[in-house]
């Protein structure tokens, strides 16, 4: 009998004591902070890419509370919350975290599609600005339906037009498109089809033909669709992979001896993650990107002096600065500070509600003098949000890998938005329909 | 001492047959509803009512569950995944068939939720909750079709197949997402009777509602002719049916429950929590997920199936709330997030070595240990 009670006494204090420390952090933000949740992933599969992309925006944000003392004199505070890339525990994070900080959480980026479809509606009725830079949901760039989602840069469509408009210059003019052949490798899931019904439009206008392969998830064999490119014999390779996809694909290309410069591969398939592990069978290899590799930029530089010799970088492997992931990172961090900043002008400088932030990211005008003046001229494209525009650019560029790293072949090109807009209006148009949402009138926007 | 049966005489077959035919059982399985259908959403609502110190207890209450995050992100995932843990259980734990696709009838019940309401003008939101569990329950039977002919470890893998070939067939065929772009789909307003279920306080209501109703019947098939029918099965097959019970019956009716299950549980999934559903959400590795809770719960348990959800939705979250707080700045957040998997893991192996019937056999050994207490011999 004493054994018992003494057991079950040892386990209360300890389940007390863990109690007493889940329901105290919560008191530890400052009043004059504004409070941005972070919904990272550092464990699983896609850990690559979350420790790189939330590692670059952590320490960008501590460059300004470092260097500039916050923005504007409000301190920038986060919190990390773990989704395991889990759309599930994502929603679980999101609602852990909308109400922390003085004001709540005044951002939200969880850099999984799955996550950001989930949270979608419920960003609306809590008022907090969902930002998705270079992925999520391609007909939330209608901010008259979508005013709280901001697929920011590039979303899936108008990348792929770049590509396509990068191919026609190889070619020497988007005449000369017509006749060719191009393949599209894609990876068989939602995220893979999204580029799909762009990809038959532009070869329609165009007149080039093109053919869709499947490659089944987690694409780590692809003899068979790469015989199948081979026998289509195309002049180019669109490749929309995934993870282990990318490096699979490139080795079973450089076997069926597809010239790796005829492959142009998403921002999700440009990585040094995605060509380091094909080794040699990478070179030459060519993948679209909204912010070029390289600590050769001034904002990375600002970033290595202030924070990371200082030892307060968050990156565990320091040799991942400046790699695509990272300086990816970077972009989320500067777009971020930006549109706070933008927020303040008219609210005032104070911690704001994701409300006042919202205004922020749609006002939010990043020229390329602005851009010069952060330190990020040519790290980033320049980028005009505006109610109807939730995606501010559209731009993006190439860079090829040689083997050791990844080298810019192109400059900032434009999508072709006179064809994706429509498509994005009919969309979101059946989106609202289907959730009864009446579209915003923005010649009434202030 | 206060548990204890002695003087509680069963004088009729009604009584011999109760589920909790212990008085204490029953009043405390009273007061876990009360808790959970007044307490939890209401508490605030009753403590403003009551003067000072009578509302005192319930305003403390209603402040833990006053907020979205414990009313909705907590305890609605935990349900959703009891009742799928009760959908595995029923083909795993009873009727002995071993399963990896739970989570493929989770998504065939709630893509077919998603279009029975869109398809079919003024559907009833509980109706096409229904309806779901009816076409996850017929896919659920072609699927079991090969039960009939394998067993054991090649079942598995033929349910592996339906697995894969659910997620692979929603992403493929535009049909079922109603044309979305991304094969994702977006959950309908649940209103049911004229009121909109938008709050979490009426989201988590009608969650629990629905999960109490379905584990009472799990809970009384599995005391039944058909539960018996399948624990016969699953002992012995050949004995089963030299017994007369039909085999192709028993396992298909076991088949087809278990998806029922999963089905609603998965349009659950996607209209009381999500919102926003995309099949490769249920992919293999949520399969094995429900598999976990099952066998860490308690194979052939409606109580482990419930305990099984709870270990393993709300450790992981308890280790994300606590580790950092308890480390600090001290380690980076990379490790932190690598430890909780980490402790997580080992807390399995530890619950499986000191107790490999999982946490309901606990349960029960902690249930008979009280019956002596304080007196043990």
């Not at chain 1, 591969?265 to 040699?280: C, K, M, R, Y």
């Not at chain 1, 040689?402 to 072709?416: C, F, L, N």
Request: proline letters at 4%; glycine letters at 10%.
């Amino acid at each position: 009998m004493n054994r018992f009670t003494l057991k079950s006494g040892k386990a209360g204090l300890l389940g007390a004591a863990l109690a007493s420390v889940l329901f105290t952090t919560g008191a530890l933000a400052q009043a004059n902070e504004q409070f941005i949740p972070l919904l990272s992933f550092r464990v699983g599969p896609y850990a690559a890419g979350g420790t790189g992309v939330f590692g670059g925006m952590i320490d960008y944000m501590n460059l300004i509370n470092a260097r500039d003392g916050g923005v504007n004199g409000v301190k920038l505070a986060w919190e990390e919350c773990e989704t395991e890339y889990n759309n599930a525990r994502g929603v679980e994070c999101y609602e852990r975290l909308k109400k922390k900080g003085a004001t709540g959480g005044t951002v939200i980026q969880p850099l999984s599609t799955g996550i950001t479809y989930s949270l979608i509606d419920k960003v609306a009725a809590d008022k907090i600005p969902l930002v998705t830079i270079g992925y999520g949901r391609a007909d939330a760039s209608d901010g008259r339906v979508f005013p709280y989602v901001f697929p920011l840069i590039t979303n899936y469509w108008s990348q792929n037009t770049v590509k396509i408009k990068f191919i026609g210059q190889k070619e020497g003019g988007m005449d000369k498109l017509k006749g060719k052949k191009i393949v599209n490798v894609y990876h068989d899931s939602a995220y893979g089809k999204e580029t799909i019904p762009v990809l038959d439009a532009q070869a329609k206008q165009y007149g080039f033909t093109v053919t869709h392969i499947p490659v089944a998830h987690p694409g780590n064999e692809q003899q068979s669709q790469w015989l199948q490119v081979r026998q289509a014999q195309p002049d180019w390779v669109i490749l929309r992979g995934w993870g282990v996809m990318n490096p699979t694909a490139l080795k079973a290309a450089a076997k069926v001896g597809f010239p790796r410069e005829k492959i142009i591969g998403v921002w999700w398939s440009g990585s040094e993650e995605d060509v380091i592990p094909a080794g040699a069978a990478a070179k030459g290899y060519t993948a679209a990107t909204f912010v070029p590799s390289g600590t050769n930029f001034k904002v990375i530089q600002e970033v290595q002096k202030h924070v990371i010799a200082k030892g307060k970088g968050n990156m565990e492997d320091k040799s991942r600065i400046g790699s695509s992931y990272y300086n990816r990172g970077i972009v989320h961090g500067i777009i971020t500070v930006e549109a706070i900043r933008k927020a303040q002008e008219k609210y005032g400088k104070k911690p704001l509600t994701g409300e006042q932030v919202r205004w922020g990211f749609e006002n939010l005008d990043l020229d390329d003098k602005k851009l010069a003046a952060l330190g990020a001229a040519e790290f980033m494209p320049s980028m005009k949000v505006s109610c109807n525009d939730h995606e501010g650019s559209g731009k993006a560029r190439f860079q090829q890998w040689d083997g050791k790293e990844w080298k810019s072949v192109s400059g900032w090109i434009d999508a072709d938005r006179a064809l994706v807009r429509p498509m994005i209006e009919e969309s979101a148009a059946k989106y609202a329909k289907e959730k009864n949402i009446t579209p915003r009138d923005c010649a009434k926007e202030g | 001492m206060i548990y204890r049966e002695a003087g509680q005489f069963k004088t009729s077959y009604a009584e011999d047959q109760r589920i909790f035919p212990i008085r204490q059982d029953r009043i405390g399985m009273a007061l876990l509803l009360f808790f959970a259908f007044v307490l939890v959403p209401f508490s605030a609502d009753i403590g403003a009512l009551l003067p000072g110190a009578l509302g005192a207890p319930f305003n403390a209450i209603g402040a833990v569950f006053s907020s979205q995050y414990t009313l909705q992100a907590i305890p609605i995932p935990t349900l959703i995944f009891s009742l799928a843990a009760i959908g595995l259980n029923i083909l795993t734990g009873y009727a002995g068939q071993l399963s990896l696709g739970s989570a493929a009838f989770m998504a065939v019940g709630a893509f077919a939720a998603y279009n029975f309401m869109l398809r079919v003008p003024g559907m009833p939101i509980l109706a096409a909750f229904v309806l779901a569990g009816l076409t996850a329950a017929a896919v659920g039977i072609i699927f079991g079709l090969p039960s009939l002919r394998i067993k054991g470890f090649y079942l598995t893998v033929a349910t592996l197949a339906a697995q894969f070939f659910i997620v692979w067939a929603l992403t493929k065929f535009d049909w079922f997402s109603n044309y979305s772009s991304s094969g994702v789909i977006s959950a309908q307003k649940v209103v049911i009777l004229g009121y909109v279920f938008d709050s979490p306080a009426a989201n988590y209501l009608l969650t629990l509602a629905v999960v109490c109703v379905l584990a009472l019947a799990a809970k009384n098939m599995v005391r039944s002719s058909i539960g018996r029918s399948w624990m016969a099965v699953r002992d012995m097959d050949v004995a089963a049916e030299v017994i007369g019970i039909r085999l192709m019956h028993t396992k298909l009716l076991a088949f087809a429950v278990s998806s029922f299950y999963c089905g609603v549980a998965g349009a659950l999934y996607a209209y009381t929590y999500l919102g926003t559903v995309e099949p490769e959400g249920f992919s293999l590795d949520l399969s094995f997920r429900i598999l976990f809770m099952i066998i860490i719960g308690g194979v052939g348990s409606i109580l482990g199936s419930f305990l099984g959800a709870a270990f393993i939705v709300l450790l992981p979250i308890f280790l994300d709330n606590t580790l950092p707080a308890l480390f600090g700045d001290s380690i980076s957040a990379t490790w932190t997030s690598n430890l909780q998997l980490i402790v997580f893991g080992g807390l399995i192996i530890f619950f499986l070595i000191v107790e490999p019937h999982g946490l309901a056999r606990l349960w029960q050994i902690l249930k008979e240990k009280l019956r002596l207490w304080p007196f043990p011999h």
